[in-house]
């Protein structure tokens, strides 16, 4: 019977101030969403730094005449510059792309954009020196040793571009961090509110119940609960939304990078690795939020 009167007045409190438990529940779905949208974009650069790691390369940039003139790489100076670059401490492999293979991997990277391939020319690719490094954070041994060079045109340094690419990914993480965090304090303002007006419109019934012997913890727990639920639904709202959110528009979004390998893809399986963590944080802040309101504003 006690646990059955819990539950009735649980949906009696959230029926009866439907509005504000609707505004409550949207503002949590919402903070909850961009809290999960930050979340993802953290495993999407976790992947990707993952996926680089192992691959992160200089590109030393042969000039327009030996790319023009020296395809496989047997004259000087490509010859003394391949086996500088060899002989040099913590280079681990060495691979000279000409020029014509240069165009080809260009085309490969970007297939899924035709419109910048009609206008690429294989005369703007220069011939390369791929070089993988045992540490990839030792860029600058390369740099030094062979920037200014006869026959080099210059020294790029993936890592680099990288490193600013992540910066960018990580800065719309904190935007979003930053407006969850808003939204959340909204949505501790509007769970408080909620259970003040509820407790309000219910005050003679728990008057009553206290009369008769009921406990404090016994009349505050229906509250308690219609908090946890509303944060609940909010969850699910938001879990709900990031699915949607992926279907009909992040994946068309980042379609050309995704295929052309630049990013990793956020798959329903991220989505789903991240919704605990948002199922936690609802369940948290509505019940600490819905405690500390009836201690400190409410007298039941």
Known sequence: MRTSFVFSEVITGLRR???MTIAMILTTAISLGLLGGGLLVVRMVDKMQANYAGKLEVSVLLTNDISANDKDCTQQPCAGLRSALD????????????RDAGFERFKRIFEAQPELLKLARPEAIPATFRVKLEDPERTDVIKQAFEGKPG??????????????????????DVAL???????FAALLLISNTIQVSAFTRRVEVGIMRLVGATRWYTQLPFL?????????GSVTAVGGLVLFKAFFLDRITRNLTES?????????????VSPWLFLVAIVISASTGYVTLRLYVRL
């Open 17 to 19: 101030n439907v509005t």
């Open 87 to 98: 002989q040099t401490s913590g280079v681990e492999s060495v691979v000279y792309e000409n």
């Open 152 to 173: 080099v045109k210059g020294v790029d340094d993936q890592g680099k571009f990288l490193e600013r690419f992540f910066e960018g990914l990580n800065g719309m993480r």
């Open 178 to 184: 930053i407006l969850a965090l808003i939204q959340a």
């Open 225 to 233: 609960i219609e908090a946890v639920v509303a944060g609940i639904i």
């Open 261 to 273: 390998g630049i990013i990793p893809p956020i798959g329903y399986l991220d989505i789903l690795i």
